[in-house]
């Protein structure tokens, strides 16, 4: 299973526009259903003020940021998992995916279209509806994978008896546990499995068992708020289903992306009241949900943002530099970005008796900043 996060959505939603903004190579965007056939793929660079700060005390020649990697997968309708639309090819798309994150439109536009249960008629827009189509169709097709599996299962278990039973009761109680949620159009994730049990069903690739985030596509004129009567009815949504919530206009970050300039970015987003780029907090929350984690290496010649697993063990992290690192790993010198942040140098920590010697079990936290030693 690769590590992305994929965006899903009705039709006409702002899908290819918010991945167009994300990744700065535009995809279609045009207004007609299905406009996205083949997956749109982009490679984001993931904004780290810890990278930045660790530019400012190395001075490196050069920074090389984490990445997120999205792909922007076609408008699902009602049907789609009986193949309706172009239904069956874009469900593949989503079970390679990682992350899901199911883009609600949450803004009134006259001149764009907005379809749910046909592609060529016009739908009122009601986020409660939009979402109810996307999980239905989602948790219909996780019900015919379950099915046609526990067709094979219970064949196996005729054939082979009380051994081949117990072999797969992970697999059974699992199974007893996810099915009422997907008869009812509700998410896999929100059955409570044990890690067994999560372990028997991976290989089915579930696609409501993925983690997923909601992004509200906002207009404009709800920049300032940050909210509006759609964005209120997904939070509420997400609350039960215990998702996360990011809050974009499409518009002005798709605006946004074509400002080079550092400066004019800043106050481009002061002019609008924010902060951070909405973007940059869908990144972060796609990166967090694939259970990815950030150390880092600096010095003169560069500073870096490495990609691991949480839970990943020294080794396995200096793997990630280069497999030999890791087949000869001996230790790792380790400090971390807030040290940096307290005392000033790498001398400072030393003397501060913060600068630490880890073995093969230290697991790799993040932020930690990293010199691996090796013996090939």
């Given at each position: 299973m690769s590590l992305d996060c994929g965006i899903v959505g009705l039709p006409n939603v702002g899908k290819s526009t918010i991945f167009s903004a994300l990744t700065a190579a535009p995809a279609a965007a045009e207004n007609f259903p299905f406009c996205t056939i083949e997956p749109n793929i982009g490679i984001v660079d993931l904004p780290d003020e810890r990278l930045d700060f660790l530019e400012s005390v190395f001075h490196p020649k050069k920074k090389i940021p984490a990445c997120v990697k999205f792909v922007d997968i076609a408008g699902l309708i009602k049907g789609a998992a009986k193949g309706e639309g172009l239904g069956n090819q874009f469900l593949a798309n989503i079970r390679e995916t990682s992350v899901i994150a199911h883009v609600v439109r949450c803004f009134d536009n006259p001149d764009i279209m907005h379809v749910r249960e046909d592609a060529k008629a016009e739908a009122e827009i009601n986020p409660l509806d939009d979402i109810l189509t996307i999980n239905m169709e989602l948790a219909l097709a996780d019900l015919d994978t379950v099915n046609k599996r526990r067709e094979k299962v219970e064949r196996s278990v005729r054939a082979l008896g009380k051994d081949e039973e117990k072999r797969l009761s992970s697999w059974m109680s699992a199974v007893e546990k996810i099915k009422p949620f997907l008869e009812e159009g509700k998410a896999a994730r929100q059955a409570e499995l044990t890690d067994d049990e999560k372990k028997s069903v991976y290989d089915m690739h579930l696609l409501t068992i993925k983690p997923q985030l909601y992004v509200c596509n906002i207009d404009e004129s709800s920049i300032p708020s940050g909210s509006n009567n759609y964005v209120e009815t997904v939070k509420k949504i997400a609350a039960e289903e215990g998702s996360d919530v990011v809050v974009i206009c499409g518009k002005f970050e798709a605006?946004?992306?074509?400002?080079?300039?550092?400066?004019?970015?800043?106050?481009?987003?002061?002019?609008?009241?924010l902060k951070e780029s909405g973007l940059t907090t869908l990144a972060h929350k796609a990166y967090g949900l694939m259970g990815l984690r950030t150390f880092f290496t600096g010095g003169e010649d560069e500073c870096r943002a490495w990609t691991i697993r949480k839970g990943d063990t020294a080794p396995k992290a200096a793997g990630v530099i280069h497999t030999d690192f890791e087949k000869g790993f001996i230790k790792a010198e380790a400090y971390t970005i807030d040290d940096l942040r307290k005392y000033g140098s790498e001398a400072k920590i030393k003397e501060a008796g913060k600068y630490r010697i880890e073995g093969k079990d230290y697991v790799v936290q993040d932020g930690d900043v990293l010199f691996f030693k090796f013996n090939v």
């Open positions: 605006d946004l992306s074509e400002i080079t300039d550092p400066l004019e970015r800043k106050e481009f987003m002061e002019s609008a009241g």
